[in-house]
């Protein structure tokens, strides 16, 4: 058997080990390293599918009660607490019978339904005031509080993705924005959340071999959440300098334009020296993905429009080919 596809099997079946908790997470990093390798993370793709089909079962019980019931809020606040209720109660039993995935999914489901509760409690006893980020704040406390409660990851996801909601949402209502509040406008704030959330990342990670050695794994929900909101901030900062303006034109300066180019290219160079140096794929991942998009980015923000839409199209689509028979022949050369 190919040693690659050997060592991948056993990582496989040893991060299923960990998974159900059956060994130690000194004993998985000891055993995961023995047969260390480079590939696909299947496992990683494997989450965010069942990430996505959580929030999708949640929206269509949603849509279906809708249908059968004579809908009213009180009674929509009702079937949500018992649906929370229902969704805890089968993870305990999932926990018991030492089914993690289950068990990690179906709290996954209640916390999207605890969102929803809150909407709906929001809309009953609502004051007038329009403060709808309030709700995603006092959710954003309770999913995290939950999160440690219970360990589960997926909730840690969730609370990344309620914070990024909520981050934007209260900016722009003490703005004055309004609605207007996904628009991203003065983009340094995302970036700035999103270093300080790699921060904490980081600081996990150092004190899942002490404190916090029950939450192994976790800085990678944390760390990849950070990098994420700032790599989508300086993107568009390259393109738009630090703009604030809802109505109108921000007329952005190229010195500007260049100092984030600049800035961006220097911090995705530094994951890629972080990750091939600590051993982690995802920051590299990230490096690699947005190294890419940046150069896309400024070959048609500025190159393209000076060769003309004809040439233009044809060296975008020649390299891009070309970038994908280097990397072909490079993963043949690892197999």
Do not use: C
């Amino acid at each position: 058997m190919n040693p690659r596809r050997f060592n991948r099997i056993m990582v496989a079946q040893i991060d299923m080990l960990r998974r159900e908790e059956l060994v130690s997470s000194e004993l998985h990093a000891t055993l995961a390293e023995r047969y260390r390798y480079e590939g696909w993370n299947w496992l990683s793709l494997g989450r965010w599918l069942l990430l996505f089909g959580t929030v999708s079962l949640a929206a269509g019980l949603y849509f279906l009660a809708h249908e059968l019931v004579d809908f009213t809020l009180a009674k929509g606040a009702v079937a949500l607490a018992v649906l929370i209720a229902a969704a805890f109660a089968g993870a305990r039993m999932a926990a018991r019978r030492n089914l993690t995935l289950t068990r990690r999914s179906l709290e996954l489901l209640a916390g999207l339904l605890i969102i929803g509760l809150t909407f709906v409690l929001g809309v009953m006893y609502s004051t007038g005031s329009g403060n709808w980020p309030a709700l995603l704040l006092i959710d954003l406390v309770v999913l995290l509080g939950l999160t440690y409660v219970l360990n589960n990851v997926l909730l840690l996801i969730l609370s990344m993705v309620v914070f990024f909601s909520w981050f934007g949402g209260v900016t722009g209502y003490e703005s004055g924005w309004g609605a207007y509040w996904f628009g991203m406008n003065y983009p340094l704030r995302f970036l700035l959340a999103g270093l300080a959330i790699a921060g904490i990342g980081l600081l996990h990670r150092l004190s899942e071999n002490g404190p916090l050695e029950r939450y192994s794994g976790f800085f990678k929900a944390w760390l990849s959440s950070g990098v994420f909101f700032a790599e989508m901030a300086l993107w568009l900062m390259s393109l738009f300098g630090n703009f604030g303006e809802i109505t109108g034109r921000y007329v952005e300066q190229p010195a500007e334009l260049l100092l984030f180019n600049l800035l961006w290219a220097a911090g995705n160079a530094a994951l890629l020296y972080a990750g091939a140096r600590h051993g982690l794929r995802m920051l590299r991942g990230y490096a690699a993905t947005f190294l890419i998009i940046q150069a896309y980015t400024v070959y048609f923000r500025w190159i393209a429009t000076v060769l003309g839409p004809v040439v233009a199209t044809f060296v975008a689509g020649a390299v891009t080919l070309a970038l994908v028979v280097t990397l072909e022949r490079k993963r043949r050369s690892k197999a």
